[in-house]
């Protein structure tokens, strides 16, 4: 028989059997501390080694500071994330957050699959530059993370040895392209050539033309965006011009021009950032030059290609308050900066990180800052890829004479009045 303090104490060891059991019950029925967290999906591109560890450290970080936040990174390619991320809106399984090509932006914001950020425009837009290809019927629909351009790299020691007095690149058409013809035609036991000119290649021919269109006062689409205007005469003497410089130099992919002007064995090339990781790595055996891009005698101005890596939110996302503290996090001074360093770019959209690059930037990268200051974006529009594959046929037969530019602009602008009216 228990006494009263024997039974007060067997019934306080059984309450605490039976509260020990129900935690642990509740703990393997979904419990734990992971169940409760909100979890974000984010797709991004940036998958080299010399990237994605930065990606990776920045979500760690945010998620450290926010443990209620739980990241799932998943990587895309740049051959074929623009369709995988087409099927997964069209789909219902697109992910909280997505970064999306300057160019890509439009066609999805006039879709209705990603979120208006007008408000969120209207409190950072002087923090972040280059807001113009997130713009959509007067809305917003991104939040620039990186930007980027295009200017000219030449090598000046071949400059020396065509008898060009000056190692300053050239400023004009005309320049550009007798001091190309010069080099080509140097006798130096190895072929050299002038100017590096784009074969076909999807996505990067049409950003080699463009400053040439732009700087001539041509465009591709009227300002309404109703018509095609690459049949004028101010788009057809761009034309015309590049193929002469296509004929005055050496063709190929971006990779292969890139790598023959490391060789030594190229004038000039136009060329992007990631060009200066590898001078940096490589360490060319001649002396490096960047510039602008040459400007026609009728123009002062230089115009190149401007792009960039924009972060945006799906209108279905049941997280959107959280997803976008994240962006706000990404395109930050510090982490701007830090993503920027990582990938090599001295053109961050952040105003603050610009700021410190440009304090660090040797006169390489100091190019491309001023660079960006004249660059443009092609023009918003939905069915801008289809646009943007039409041109590029265009330059293409025009560089391999198969058509004259003249004709081969006309049929684009026939073809892209198409899909205007569709």
């Known amino acids: 028989m228990l006494t009263p303090c024997c039974f007060t104490q067997h019934f306080c060891v059984v309450k605490k059997l039976v509260m020990i059991t129900i935690v642990a019950l509740l703990a393997g029925c979904g419990g734990s501390d992971d169940d409760t967290k909100i979890r974000l999906t984010f797709w991004q591109f940036w998958t080299s080694p010399d990237v994605k560890p930065t990606i990776e450290s920045l979500i760690a970080e945010y998620e450290q500071a926010h443990p209620e936040i739980e990241i799932d990174l998943v990587d895309l390619t740049w051959s074929d994330g623009h369709e995988k991320i087409v099927i997964a809106f069209s789909t219902g399984s697109a992910p909280d957050i997505v970064e999306l090509g300057s160019d890509w932006i439009g066609e999805f914001a006039l879709k209705g699959v990603i979120t208006d950020l007008t408000d969120f425009h209207d409190s950072a837009s002087s923090d972040l530059m280059m807001w113009e290809p997130a713009r959509v019927d007067g809305k917003v629909y991104a939040v620039p993370w990186l930007l980027g351009t295009r200017v000219l790299f030449y090598n000046k020691d071949l400059l020396d040895l065509a008898g060009i007095e000056t190692k300053e690149a050239p400023r004009t058409w005309d320049q550009l392209l ?3 013809t010069r080099i080509s035609n140097l006798e130096l036991g190895v072929p050299v050539y002038g100017f590096g000119s784009n074969s076909a290649e999807r996505h990067r021919l ?7 269109l732009w700087s001539n006062g041509g465009a591709i689409l009227s300002e309404d ?7 004028q005469p101010e788009a057809i003497a761009a034309l015309e011009y590049y193929v002469s410089l296509s004929d005055a130099g050496y063709m190929e992919s971006q990779r292969g021009l890139d790598d023959k002007f490391l060789a030594g064995e190229l004038g000039f090339i ?8 590898r001078i940096a790595n490589q360490s060319p055996q001649f002396d490096v030059g960047t510039a602008l891009i040459p400007t026609p005698d009728t123009s002062d101005v230089s115009v190149s290609f401007a792009g960039g890596e924009y972060l945006t939110l799906n209108s279905q996302s049941k997280q959107k308050r959280e997803a976008l503290k994240f ?12 993503f920027c360093n990582a990938v090599g770019s001295p053109t961050p959209a952040n105003r603050g990180a610009a700021s410190r690059i440009l304090s660090e930037a040797d006169s390489l990268s100091e190019t491309f800052l001023r660079q960006i200051e004249t660059a443009r974006t092609p023009p918003v529009h939905p069915e801008w890829v289809h646009i943007e594959e039409i041109l590029e ?3 293409e037969k025009a560089i391999y004479h198969k058509s004259t530019p003249a004709s081969a602009l006309g049929t684009a602008r026939s073809e892209i009045d198409k899909l205007l009216v569709k």
């Open 393 to 395: 046929k265009a330059v």
């Open 178 to 180: 007798d001091y190309s």
């Open 270 to 277: 136009i060329s992007g950032d990631w060009l200066l990781r």
């Open 327 to 338: 962006i706000s996090y990404l395109v930050a001074e510090d982490a701007d900066y830090d």
């Open 225 to 231: 965006g109703t018509v095609s205007l690459l049949d």
């Open 206 to 212: 049409y950003k080699k033309f463009l400053p040439f």
